[in-house]
């Protein structure tokens, strides 16, 4: 897994929909597993693939529409609501996602892909259906976030995102939650004693 | 201070500036799913499980629901299982596995030992952690990388989430339950009207409410995106913990129920945002859509999307179609084919003992099949010295071992594709149940109507033709 996020500009992948659970994102069947790989080709794997069957692409998913291509996802408000899976994350970012750009996250989802240097960019609803129309009439059209700044531009407009500082930091930097947890054990076992 | 700002408070480690909290988790729960890749991340590292005892580990959604005696068939799942054995044991963490008289569903389990207890912080990878919130306590569901900080520290780092207040005042109608109080909630704000928000659950309704029923209501908050839900612990609360295996007993039984009642939300303590629900307007409820919060009462049509934004209409379309059912036309009626009493918002002996007295002396339809799934061993050891294992197989319905099942159909418990079912569970999400599965939430009495009937049926017109059974529960 890449860690660290700073700027980046890329093309993007438009998937028109609200309230994309994690579900959806990655079903329950492909749970299984006992590690954190090789989750991408089961990324979206029922509205990809006919019957389950990978040998039958569902035609008319972005997914499967070879014009659509790029690092960011843009989907609709409530992405990642449902199950706490941190699965979801995890195939996101194993078939190549390193942002996904919506009006509004569910809560686990957001701190799932923080943990996992997927950045979720949360934009406003009329700047989403901007970016949505403008990747979606125009496959080539660029993304550019800039994380140090916290600025998401697309086809010459630009919005700021919000971000916590600390998460901004460890993002910026390749820092995890643990390695600071880890780093103030005293403090907790101070607080265990009361 | 609000309930939640004072068990929030107590345990915080340290602030971070312009950052989260370092919150002390006092229980853990894990499960075979979301915890492997901790371990895993804990052996990469080298690390310990920092307090082994805190955390409590059970073996449910993998698990199959028939033969729990015989080695697991599917090989994956039992790899998993075999996984978090080993963990288990590598650990020192107490596991209530399979084969175990604690066995069953994480938030089932967790209440009926009296491991859950007002005050507490609570975590395990699972949405729906947000059960344990019936007691009083901060309870959430984390990720895979979140279950590994807490196994290495026992401690997250969160940010302080915004608090809604439900008040639900008055007195609920015949045939109208816990179940379809939350549905309500949730079919008026929508599936992400409580992100970002942890919610307080108070009012008369409420505080009227068995500790089973308020669980089946801080179950479903992750629902409407809620962080999580709670209600402040009382009489039924203290009620129910005591004397079970892992209360507090003697001097600090005493000690802690001193502390528990100090668990409120003080007096005009403002809320981020305040909902206010007449439990008189509340009816029978169900799902026709691919969303918990795409819900109507039974007797209600099934609207056309045009009460949602331009841009959210094709979804909306999107999920009829999925589901296979007409704007405008009535939901009751609805041919089905399934029903699934079980999962950790429907599953306890309560709701076992509802649904069996509603069918002394009925039998279900001939079309549909009808599963019931205990919550854990006890609850299916309960069931079965009452006699509702009798009540059930006289009326058709298959009881079976502990688990989560049809639920979300990691086992073999599958709906196949394009069949309808009722389940009381919590999630009605496009292939949830199976692929292609279509799934009906509503409450284990209009599932065990519809068990009967073979459609979907309001209840409260089932209840002259009940016997003295349904009075009694
Ligand atoms: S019963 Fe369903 S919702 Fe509950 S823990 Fe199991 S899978 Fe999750």
Redesign the pocket.
């Known amino acids: 897994m890449s860690k660290k996020i700073k700027s980046f500009s890329t093309t993007a992948v438009p998937l028109d929909a609200e309230n994309v659970d994690t579900d959806q994102i990655i079903p329950a069947r492909f749970l299984k597993a006992t590690s954190r790989e090789g989750f991408g080709k089961n990324l979206f794997r029922d509205w990809r693939f006919q019957d389950g069957d990978e040998a039958k692409p569902k035609p008319g998913f972005v997914l499967n529409e070879p014009a659509f291509q790029g690092k960011v996802l843009v989907a609709g408000k409530n992405f990642g609501c449902g199950?706490s899976r941190e699965h979801a994350a995890w195939a996101l970012k194993d078939y190549g996602f390193d942002a996904v750009v919506s009006s509004f996250f569910a809560d686990i989802f957001k701190n799932n892909a923080l943990n996992n240097f997927l950045l979720p960019v949360q934009v406003s609803d009329g700047f989403l259906q901007k970016t949505m129309s403008a990747v979606q009439e125009n496959p080539a059209t660029k993304i550019a976030i800039d994380l140090e700044n916290q600025t998401i531009t697309v086809a010459g407009a630009s919005e700021h995102f919000d971000i916590n500082a600390y998460k901004k930091t460890c993002l910026l930097n390749g820092y995890d939650d643990l390695d600071y947890l880890l780093s103030i054990r005293e403090d907790i076992e101070k607080f265990e004693k009361g | 201070m609000t309930l939640f700002d004072k068990i929030w408070e107590k345990h915080i480690v340290r602030e971070i500036p312009e950052g989260p909290a370092v919150l002390y988790i006092d229980r853990h729960f894990i499960?075979e799913v979301t915890s492997p890749q901790a371990f895993s991340g804990l052996e990469k590292r080298g690390l310990p499980v920092f307090r082994p005892s805190q955390t409590i580990a059970t073996a449910?959604?993998n698990v199959p629901t028939l033969n729990q005696h015989l080695p697991i068939k599917e090989e994956m799942s039992r790899l998993q299982v075999a996984q978090l054995v080993e963990n288990c044991q590598k650990y020192g963490i107490d596991l209530y596995g399979l084969g175990h008289r604690f066995q069953g569903?994480?938030?089932v389990i967790g209440p009926e030992l009296g491991i859950t207890q007002p005050g507490q912080t609570i975590v395990c990878g699972?949405?729906?952690t947000s059960t344990h919130g019936a007691f009083g306590a901060i309870a959430f569901g984390i990720g895979t990388s979140e279950v590994e900080m807490v196994l290495a520290t026992q401690c997250l780092l969160q940010s302080k989430p915004k608090q809604m207040r439900i008040h639900v005042d008055g007195e609920l109608g015949r045939g109208v339950s816990a179940k379809d109080i939350i549905l309500h909630i949730i079919a008026q704000i929508s599936a992400a009207g409580a992100t970002g928000y942890f919610v307080e659950y108070t009012g008369s309704a409420i505080r009227s409410l068995s500790m089973e029923a308020r669980m089946t209501i801080c179950?479903m908050s992750i629902e409407m995106g809620a962080r999580g839900g709670l209600i402040a612990p009382d009489e039924t609360t203290f009620e129910y913990i005591k004397g079970k295996p892992f209360a507090p007993q003697g001097a600090d039984w005493d000690k802690k129920l001193a502390d528990w009642k100090l668990l409120f939300s003080d007096p005009y303590t403002d809320f981020d945002h305040e909902l206010y629900i007449n439990a008189a307007d509340i009816e029978p409820m169900i799902t026709y859509g691919t969303n918990p919060g795409m819900g109507i009462p039974v007797v209600g049509k099934i609207p056309n999307g045009q009460h949602l934004p331009e841009n959210e209409r094709a979804s909306f379309q999107k999920a009829l179609e999925y589901m296979g059912l007409q704007a405008g036309t009535n939901i009751q009626g609805q041919q089905i084919d399934y029903v699934f009493i079980?999962?950790?918002?429907n599953?306890r002996i309560e709701d076992l003992r509802e649904v069996a007295a509603f069918v002394r002396g009925k039998h279900k339809s001939p079309n549909v099949e009808v599963w019931i799934v205990p919550g854990s061993k006890q609850v299916e050891a309960q069931a079965i010295a009452e006699g509702l294992d009798k009540v059930f197989e006289s009326a058709g319905f298959q009881l079976r071992q502990p688990?989560?099942?049809a639920?979300?159909g990691?086992n073999e418990d599958k709906i196949p594709a394009g069949k309808y079912c009722v389940s009381t569970?919590?999630?009605n999400f496009e292939g949830r149940q199976g692929m292609g599965a279509r799934t009906l939430l509503a409450s284990p009495l209009t599932a065990a109507a519809a068990a009967v009937t073979g459609v979907v049926t309001d209840v409260r017109e089932m209840f002259l033709s009940v016997d003295e059974g349904y009075e009694k529960s």
């Open positions: 199950s | 499960h449910d959604h569903i994480v938030h699972d949405s729906h179950n079980g999962s950790c918002t599953a688990g989560c099942s639920c979300l990691m569970s919590n999630r």
